[in-house]
Structures are given as C-alpha cells and as structure tokens.
C-alpha cells in the first residue's frame, strides 16, 4: 500500500467541522499564475471562484485573493530559471481592524493543501473554523508546499496503480502475496525516479520551510505566524530551527517527532493508531445505540477484512471491498470521533453487501474522484517522505517487522510496516530535516490530543522539548488535533496566537 509515514504522518484532512466536508467531485479551483520572480512581493488578484468550487459559496464577509511566488527548486544551490511556483490565498474579513499581520496555514500530510484549509476555517467557528477574534487580526494565508495540489504539482502515480495500492492486502502473509505488493511499490518508486529524476530531493520539508520565509516576505510580514496541523507541525519546526530570528509564534497542533526515525515514527504511529480503535470500541460498547457493531467491534472490523479476502463486496464502480479498502475506511473514520458512527455504520452495512459507506470512507481519505481520478496528495506524500528519509529499512527489514508488529499491534502494525517499503525503492537522493532546538525563537506553544491516532500524544512533549522554547498544551479529546475543537483550546490558542500570551504550564483541556 502506498500509505507512507516517514517518521512525519499520514496525510491530514480539514479539522473536524470544515465548512463543508461533503466537497464537490470537482475538487478546489486553480490560482493565477502571476509571473512573479524569487523574491518579489505578492501580486494578489480576486479568486472568488476558489472557495465557490470547494464549498459552493464564499463565506459572508470575507474576501479572497490569490498570488504565486516563484522559488528555487535547490536553496542550497539557486539556479536561474529552475523555479517552482508556490500558491497561496489570502483570506481577509471585512470587520478586520489592528491588523497584527498574516496567518500562515499549513494542514499537514504531507500533501495536504493549505489553500483549501485556509477556506474552510474562513467560514467561522459555527462551521469549525476559525474565531472571529482570529479572523480579525490576521489575514488568512494558506499556502500549498512544493509539489502539493496548485503549487508545481507533482504526479506521478497513474490512477489503476493507486487504486491497486489501496485495495492491496494492508498485511500480506505469504511470501508470494508479500511479493505481489513490493512489486507494486517498486514500479510506482522507479516510475516517480523516471520522471522526476534529480528534482526529487528538492520536495523535502527542509526546502520547503524555506519557502515559507520566502512567502513571509513575500506578504510583507518581518516575522512569521504560523497555525499548522499534523506534518505541519515538523514543517513549522523545521522553519523555527533555520530562522529563529524570523518566528512570532507557531503553534503546532498533532505534533511530529523530528527525533525519531523512520521506523521509530512509524511504530509509534501504529501505537497511536491501535490505541485509538481501542478507544472507539469502548464509546462503542457504551453507545449501542449509535453502534451497531456493539456486540462486538473489534471482531467485525477484523471479520469484514478477513471475510475480503477471499470474498470481497462488490461495489458499484466496478471495485470490490478488499481488506485494502476496508482498511484504507477504518484509517480514515479514526481522525475525527464523528468518524466513529460512520465507521460503525458503514461496518454493519458492509456484513450486510452493502460497501458504500467503506467505500465513502476510504474515498474521502484518498481523496479519489467518482471519475476515479486522484489528486496528487500521495505522490506529493510520498515524494516528501521519502527525499526526508536516510534511513529507510530494507525490504527484508520490512517482512521482519511486519511480523513483529502485527503482534505488538494487532490490526494497525503490520499495515503501518508495509507502509515503509516505497522509501526502500525510492530512487531519488535525500534531504533529512533537522533535529535540534530552535535557539533564539521565541515561545512556541504546541498542542497534543489524547486520543490523537496518527499524531500520537507523546510526540508533544516531545517536540516541544527538543525545540527548548515549546511549552505543551493538551486537550484531553479524541480525533487528529485539537484547534479549534473546545473553548478552552480555543482561549489558550487565541491568546498567544493575538497577544502572545503564553499558556500556563501544563494546561489540560477537558473533552467537552
């Protein structure tokens, strides 16, 4: 399967509530191209017809602009004309007054696309973004990183290859099924090494927080503030390690760990994975009412996929039910607690012949069209994730821990192995982040959840120890992330965020 963690994340979605999660097949609308040159400031042009095409509809009060910055492929080594075009929008409401500056997004992944963040948390907090007392001292500015979405996108996994990968077995026991599903990563490995060749070290996350500097001065900001989620959370890391001096204030929700490696990251994230599912049998046993599959849950869930593979459901594109899909749904219905019914439901339906609500599951975590087109999320995820990774096990590493961890964690270990092979094949040269403290930032707050799955709670004090200027807020809560979930998240985030007052230490926020 071509689900990769990297030591970073699987890739994140809108927070809880998005303004509308039910998005258009038509996906979200393109940004003009501005010509613009490294180092010039943003040319901005009106792009209503960004937010009408995610959502149907701009939000009331808010206005929406868009620019490109160009940037160099190599940082490191700047050559004329090799550019890449970042895209970003900014979003300003008419009520704002004491304009502190812009709010810089990013939704993590990596992959994810912060144009399309940035709308969803323009629609304010009755729809889950953001609070109006955010909204009106801050532009919001999401940018899509190199390579993601309208930023230089990169693409290079045809749409039968990731339809194969997802619906491949998550834990092949076999030798020959094992094989079967190497083979796949290899081909979809050499196939993104043929096209892209020596570009792909230049879509790390090091490269690619300095082209958050550069979009800093591009709107004209001397210092950087900086909301990101999940893998946003390393890239702003990464960011306050090579430019202290230019940070305001980060906060890093679902933090990463940039001091494990890869397979370090990848069990724990296993860990955080299993545990959640565990935490969603209990609310299940408790809630039987809402959870048809209350008798039992663990033991439908790992019944549908065993049952698939040897007799899948059909579905009614043509695709059938496999473990892979079934699989790819149960990732997806764990990133928020609302995905706990869906899942439930859709689990019930599927022991019945009915693979709709799976389906519906795993197609909003691809992000797969009903054409059966993809957006470039998993390339741009797997190209990120594989030029950060130096120490990629071996394949033979992989069948070995796949064994291991299938018993230390039973549905979610050998999965999450399996998820390191493509870095086995990559092709391309590396370009590990940093590990180190942010000396000179200033205070950093980052925010940990309880129940996080695939950002898991440890990682938070983590982080912010290894920064030395982060001071740790948690909320006590279920689902990937936390901002803006409760009034207390809300208050401590809003406060530093406006006037940088920094929480009290060891802050804990109820789930409610």
Not at 208 to 229: I, N, S, W
Request: proline share 8%; charged share 20%; net charge negative.
């Amino acid at each position: 399967m071509v689900m990769t963690t990297g030591g970073c994340t699987l890739p994140a979605f809108a927070p809880e509530g998005a303004a509308d999660p039910a998005k258009p097949a038509d996906g979200g609308g393109g940004v003009p191209t501005t010509g613009s040159t490294p180092g010039a400031a943003a040319q901005w042009s009106p792009c209503t017809d960004v937010p009408e095409k995610l959502v149907g509809r701009a939000a009331a009060g808010m206005s929406y602009d868009c620019a490109t910055v160009a940037v160099p492929r190599d940082w490191s080594k700047p050559v004329a004309g090799e550019t890449y075009d970042v895209a970003m929008i900014r979003i300003r409401s008419a009520t704002q007054k004491d304009r502190i500056g812009s709010l810089l997004l990013n939704p993590g992944g990596p992959g994810g696309s912060g144009i399309d963040l940035a709308v969803y948390l323009s629609f304010g907090e009755a729809l889950g973004g953001l609070p109006e007392a955010v909204t009106d001292k801050f532009d919001l500015v999401g940018f899509d990183p190199r390579g993601v979405s309208r930023s230089s996108p990169l693409k290079c996994i045809s749409n039968d290859d990731q339809d194969a990968s997802f619906a491949a077995d998550p834990d092949p026991v076999s030798q020959a099924e094992f094989d079967e599903v190497t083979a796949l990563n290899k081909k979809i490995a050499d196939g993104c090494g043929a096209k892209y060749g020596d570009q792909l070290p230049y879509f790390s996350t090091v490269q690619a927080a300095r082209d958050m500097d550069a979009l800093r001065a591009a709107v004209g900001d001397p210092k950087l503030t900086y909301l990101g989620f999940s893998y946003g959370t390393l890239l702003g890391a990464t960011y306050a390690q090579l430019f202290p001096q230019n940070v305001r204030a980060l906060v890093l929700d679902g933090a990463v760990d940039p001091t494990e490696n890869y397979v370090q990251g990848s069990e724990t994230q296993a860990k955080g994975f299993e545990r959640a599912f565990t935490n969603f049998t209990a609310w299940c046993k408790q809630n039987a009412a809402d959870c048809p599959i209350a008798a039992d849950p663990r033991g439908a869930v790992t019944d549908a996929m065993a049952k698939a593979e040897n007799s899948p459901v059909a579905y009614k594109d043509g695709r059938q039910a496999t473990a892979g899909w079934i699989f790819v749904g149960l990732i997806s219905s764990l990133y928020t607690k609302t995905g706990w019914t869906s899942l439930a439901q859709a689990i019930d339906e599927l022991q019945g012949g009915d693979a709709k609500g799976i389906m519906d599951l795993a197609d909003q975590y691809a992000e797969r069209e009903t054409t059966g087109s993809y957006s470039n999320l998993f390339d741009a995820n797997l190209a990120v994730n594989c030029a950060d990774t130096d120490d990629a096990p071996t394949v033979a590493k992989v069948r070995a821990l796949q064994s291991e961890w299938r018993k230390k964690y039973p549905l979610f270990g050998a999965p999450l192995a399996m998820g390191m092979l493509p870095c086995a094949y990559w092709p391309g040269k590396r370009d590990p982040y940093p590990a180190g403290k942010a000396t000179g930032a200033p205070p950093i707050v980052v925010v940990g959840t309880t129940g996080d799955p695939a950002t898991p709670y440890e990682n938070t004090a983590d982080l912010a120890k290894m920064l030395g200027t982060g001071h740790v807020v948690t909320w006590e809560g279920e689902g990937h992330t936390a901002y803006p979930s409760t009034p207390c998240i809300v208050r401590a985030v809003d406060n530093y965020l406006i006037d940088l007052t920094v929480p009290q230490e060891g802050l804990r926020c109820p789930a409610k």
